[in-house]
Nanobody, 121 residues
């Protein structure tokens, strides 16, 4: 499964961005999907995840209420809507996929190349 993440960019603090993850040649509907992020000098960390059903979701505490993960299985896309962005959100964001398992665990099988989110003050 090849994942492509897009939608990153430069935004002012308090602004919004929507990240998109898609796959060429493979349906994402059978996978649990997640977003992770990695800031310079730090480990990659869990941000949000969504079950195949689209109903069950999980968020890292610092993004709860500001970020929303969703999926459109018809379009074969997964989204991360990020509102009220803070400087601390600045990082490379990666989408990931796996079959089954715990949503929050880092044991995702497939990873995209990342899209950079830069937040200016």
């Amino acid at each position: 499964v090849q994942l492509q993440a897009s939608g990153g960019g430069l935004v002012q603090a308090g602004g919004s961005l929507r990240l998109t993850c898609t796959s060429s040649g493979r349906l994402l509907s059978s996978f649990n999907m997640a977003w992770f992020r990695q800031a310079p000098g730090e480990e990659r960390k869990f941000v949000a995840a969504i079950h195949t059903s689209g109903v069950r979701k999980s968020y890292e505490d610092s993004v709860t209420g500001r970020f929303t993960i969703s999926r459109d299985n018809v379009k074969n896309e997964v989204y991360l809507q990020m509102n009220s962005l803070e400087r601390e959100d600045m990082a490379m964001y990666y989408c990931a996929a796996k079959s089954g398992g715990t949503l929050r665990a880092t044991s995702y099988t497939y990873w995209g190349q990342g899209t950079l989110v830069t937040v200016s003050s």
